[in-house]
């Protein structure tokens, strides 16, 4: 069974500072990883993926992602945090050999809170 | 716009009166999914679609009902809701069958069961 774990359910930073938000996961193959971000009252938004290739991958709003099959991890991270990067982040994983878009399994978030 | 629509946005109701919350997506995709969401859990899968007349259960489908019968539409029925139902609620859809697709979400509904 895959899985997902976020290991932290708030991080705080100053705006300005890197930020990295934490993400593991646990599959059988290969995985397909995701990051989307919730902001208040709102539906998840994609921000970014990894398929396959380069280990760092970028995505929306200045984010990126690295890819550590070793350490079976895909943290989140920015180099300078803004105010309005305050939202609920959740990561996702498919494992790849079952290839079909029926099974994505969520962390439970982070919530960013980046303050001035 | 390309969008995923869900209604109603919130809802209130009592124990045992049968409600649907409607999801419709305007992308031609052939896969689409309920989710909820709770505190502390994240989002687990209710229900999915790969197209037009196939679906079949996610993680938490008791007391879930859904139908595929038009390809835009993927209606979530509570026959019997439970205050245990209570919960926020998202439509998502994907484009094709491929496990690389990031999927598209609805704005949510957020129901109280009393």
Same mark, same amino acid.
Request: glycine letters at 8%.
């Given at each position: ?94 494992? %790849? ?13 982070? %919530? ?5 | ?21 409607? #999801? ?10 309920? /989710? =909820? ?6 989002? =687990? ?8 007349? @196939? ?10 009902? @859904?139908? =595929? ?19 926020? /609620?998202? #439509? ?7 496990? /690389? ?14």
């Amino acid at each position: 069974a895959q899985s997902v774990a976020q290991p932290e359910d708030q991080v705080n930073v100053a705006e300005g500072n890197p930020l990295t938000v934490k993400c593991t996961y646990s599959v059988s193959g290969n995985p397909y990883l995701f990051w989307y971000v919730q902001y208040p009252n709102r539906g998840l938004q994609f921000l970014l993926k990894y398929i396959t290739g380069d280990n760092l991958v970028k995505g929306s709003y200045g984010f990126e992602a690295e890819f550590n099959k070793s350490q079976t991890s895909f943290h989140l991270k920015k180099p300078s945090a803004l105010v309005s990067d305050s939202a609920l982040y959740f990561c996702a994983v498919r494992d %790849r050999p079952s290839g079909t878009a029926s099974k994505l399994t969520f962390g439970t978030g982070t %919530r960013l809170q980046v303050t001035l | 716009e390309a969008q995923v629509t869900q209604n109603p946005r919130y809802l209130i109701t009592v124990t045992g009166k049968k409600l649907t919350v409607t #999801c419709s997506q305007n992308m031609n995709h052939e896969y689409m999914s309920w /989710y =909820r969401q709770d505190p502390g859990l994240g989002l =687990r899968q209710i229900y999915y679609s790969m197209n037009v007349e @196939v679906t079949d259960k996610g993680d938490v489908p008791e007391g879930y009902k @859904v139908s =595929r019968k038009e390809k835009r539409n993927f209606p979530l029925i509570l026959e019997s809701p439970s205050p245990n139902q209570t919960s926020l /609620y998202f #439509c998502a859809s994907t484009g094709g069958g491929a496990g /690389y697709n990031e999927q598209f979400f609805g704005p949510g509904t957020r129901l109280t069961v009393l």
